[in-house]
């Protein structure tokens, strides 16, 4: 299908309108837009010419979609037809990439798709999560409730990683800084000292300022090959991190790595219990919202462990059974799950769980950040006296040989 940007008035109201729509052909966009009480002024293929800045700015986010189901929840629930609601949502949005998916979604619904199927289509912008709820919505009759379900989950979700971000960002802001003022006395100060000692015979600069200089000579030198070899170092090591073996190492130093294991567990923890806990209260089978959730995790050891919990509950065993031991999941997790099993209250029990670790996530995130600050310190403390010394050191040793007066 071809993007087609559009000029046209609203029949009722007279008032112009712009937006995007997709169609096959000119024709079949005019015709989409002639059946949502628009009459054509003006319509042509649609080019992104803004680059990767214009990307960025339409770029989908999590708050994007959850005012998306907020608002496609409440006009359902008001009684208004699926796809009525939809063209009304979608004429709230402001971002042309969603836009332009959503007029899809309703031209595929007009075709004669179900909602989770049109929306299946997008799988970037819809994960499984969000079309297994919306199918499950669809089958009972309750897709207004599925989809405020889905905001709730999405947000849940955004709140815990915007948190865990947030803990990340003043560590990474201090140690670009300290690189940044290391480099700059490696770069200005110290061959200034060098300079200092040239043309005095019988003296040389001490072994700490000499191993400075030798980084600083290398950098200023070689700068563009130290910087391509970064560039080039970062592309391949990204590219690593996206394969199956890299993710296993990655995700494994997320789950061990101190201080930071006991974080991500307790998140993932929590993604779990919320996750499951949305797609069962939406009545989303076992063994669906297992696959669905396994891949929702976002970690490929714990994915390994939902499947291979799903392949026992598939022969009869217990949830909180299969899951017993398994040094993935945290142990609070299968004896919640033993206790929703045996008094018939799953959903109720997984909630207590997400809500539990959602707030261990924000004491664990405070714990770390009460660790790194006097990490950060001493380490701060470290580089400071070495680039000090070696500063300090050679312009002492002139002085005591009455070089400074």
């Known amino acids: 299908m071809l993007t087609y940007k559009y000029t046209a008035r609203e029949a009722t109201s007279g008032k112009k309108v712009q937006s995007v729509v997709q169609a096959d052909s000119e024709q079949s966009a005019a015709k989409i837009l002639r059946g949502q009480g628009l009459s054509v002024i003006n319509i042509k293929v649609y080019k992104n010419t803004g680059g990767v800045f214009s990307k960025i700015k339409n770029r989908i986010t999590t708050k994007d979609k959850i005012l998306f189901s907020r608002q496609l929840s409440t006009l359902i629930n008001a009684g208004l037809p699926l796809v009525q609601s939809l063209r009304s949502v979608s004429n709230q949005i402001t971002n042309k990439s969603f836009k332009v998916v959503i007029n899809q979604v309703i031209n595929d619904i007009e075709g004669g798709s179900a909602f989770s199927i049109a929306l299946s289509k997008h799988p970037n912008v819809f994960n499984e999560i969000f079309v297994g709820l919306i199918g499950a919505g669809e089958v009972s009759g309750t897709l207004d409730k599925a989809l405020a379900r889905l905001a709730d989950q999405q947000e849940k979700d955004a709140e815990i990683l915007s948190k865990v971000r947030g803990a990340l960002i003043y560590p990474a802001v201090v140690i670009f800084v300290m690189v940044a ?28 300022t000499r191993v400075l200089l030798v980084f600083s000579h290398l950098i200023s030198k070689y700068w563009w090959i130290i910087i391509i070899g970064i560039g080039v170092l970062g592309f391949f090591t990204s590219r690593w991190a996206r394969t199956l073996g890299g993710k296993q190492v990655v995700d494994k130093i997320k789950m061990k790595a101190w201080p930071i294991g006991p974080l ?16 069962i209260a939406s009545g989303v089978p076992l ?22 919990a799903s392949e026992k509950v598939k022969g009869g065993v217990a949830l909180s059974d299969a899951i017993t031991h398994d040094k993935n999941f945290l142990e609070l997790v299968p004896s919640m799950l033993k206790i929703g099993e045996q008094s018939g209250a799953m959903e109720d029990m997984l909630a207590k769980v997400a809500d539990y670790y959602e707030k261990e996530v924000d004491n664990q995130i405070k714990a770390v950040q009460t660790i790194i600050e006097p990490v950060l310190m001493i380490v701060l403390g470290i580089v400071a006296l070495i680039i000090v010394a070696a500063i300090l050191l050679p312009i002492y040793g002139l002085a005591g040989k009455d070089f400074i007066h």
């Open 287 to 308: 063994l669906q919202v297992l696959d669905i959730t396994s891949k929702a995790i976002n970690n490929v050891h714990i994915e390994a462990s939902i499947k291979k």
């Open 264 to 279: 991500f567990m307790k998140m993932y923890m929590a993604r779990f219990a919320r996750t499951a806990n949305t797609l």
């Open 181 to 208: 003022v290391v480099l700059f006395m490696v770069l200005k100060v110290l061959p200034q000292v060098e300079n200092l000692y040239k043309g005095i015979p019988g003296v040389s600069l001490p072994l700490l």
